[in-house]
């Protein structure tokens, strides 16, 4: 991967041009190296005018870079010069626990959307429409993360036009074996949260107050090995261990911070209430596979 930097005159922001598998990545982020923003082109061409093979680097189209930083700066309601968003604790999406005949699913965040009403609060008759918005709305995560994760759910039914949460359980869909908070199918219910294993998730900060990621990957590869000894149906493949280490990093990144780790009280209220953490906010920017998937591709190899 190679990557440079392009300083943006008047705003407190840089250009991340990373080259990665043949596609190009552009990151706008602040002079701390903090990540803001950032969007996949279908092409480098249409970012750049480059000319190859010289060692040459490209000559940035100024005219649309600018407009590409005024459509992010314009994307949020602002205050005071500060981006807002809307609270979530408003009559919209105000937390309620699931209810007599409201179904949920093996995956806190899909739950914690539908308890705070992005989702239907029944987890029923949910298209891949409503699943995307509630994804991006609710957590900000870009749209080419939510269309994977949606078109992967709904391919693994069948493709139909609405699913219920529950459906979700069907084993290794989004279900899988060696969970940090829930008991595998064969062994339990792995809708509802075992409160042993949460204590343990909770318990695997190394220092009581955030889980960071290698407190993830330690207490990772201990499932894993459980789920080994203790289900002669146990299943943890490729498959499996990419989607197990593109959970930590997501909530880890969503709720926290990659580097710096996920709140232990942070986990604490997501994983055992589903529900969104006290005082949180979500990211500024949307969080795009650009910058998740070389962060799970390492998490995977350090849980294999």
Request: proline content about 6%; hydrophobic content about 40%.
């Amino acid at each position: 991967m190679s990557s440079w930097k392009a300083s943006i005159p008047y705003r407190p922001a840089h250009l991340l041009i990373e080259e990665d598998f043949g596609y190009s990545y552009v990151c706008i982020s602040d002079f701390q190296g903090k990540r803001s923003w950032s969007v996949s082109p279908r092409t480098r061409e249409s970012f750049f005018v480059w000319p190859p093979f010289t060692g040459q680097k490209p000559q940035m189209k100024t005219a649309f870079i600018f407009a590409l930083l005024f459509l992010a700066a314009a994307a949020y309601p602002r205050k005071n010069g500060k981006i807002v968003f809307p609270a979530y604790d408003d009559d919209e999406h105000v937390w309620s626990a699931a209810g007599a005949g409201d179904v949920r699913s093996p995956c806190p965040a899909l739950n914690t959307l539908a308890n705070h009403n992005w989702l239907p609060h029944d987890g029923k008759n949910i298209s891949k429409a409503a699943l995307m918005s509630a994804l991006t709305d609710g957590l900000n995560v870009g749209y080419d993360v939510a269309l994977l994760l949606a078109t992967g759910a709904f391919s693994d039914l069948g493709t139909p036009e609405t699913i219920t949460l529950e459906e979700l359980q069907k084993h290794n869909m989004i279900e899988h074996d060696a969970s940090l908070s829930r008991l595998d199918n064969y062994l339990g219910d792995s809708t509802k949260l075992d409160q042993t294993l949460f204590e343990r998730l909770l318990n695997a900060s190394s220092d009581g107050i955030t889980i960071s990621i290698p407190d993830f990957v330690k207490y990772r590869r201990e499932r894993q090995e459980e789920s080994k000894t203790n289900n002669p149906s146990e299943v943890f493949g490729k498959k499996q261990l990419i989607a197990a280490a593109g959970e930590v990093v997501l909530v880890s990144t969503i709720f926290g911070s990659y580097f710096s780790g996920l709140p232990v009280e942070a986990a604490r209220t997501f994983f055992g209430s589903e529900r969104f953490p006290d005082g949180w906010t979500k990211p500024a920017f949307p969080v795009f596979a650009a910058e998740l998937i070389p962060q799970i591709t390492r998490v995977a190899w350090q849980c294999s």
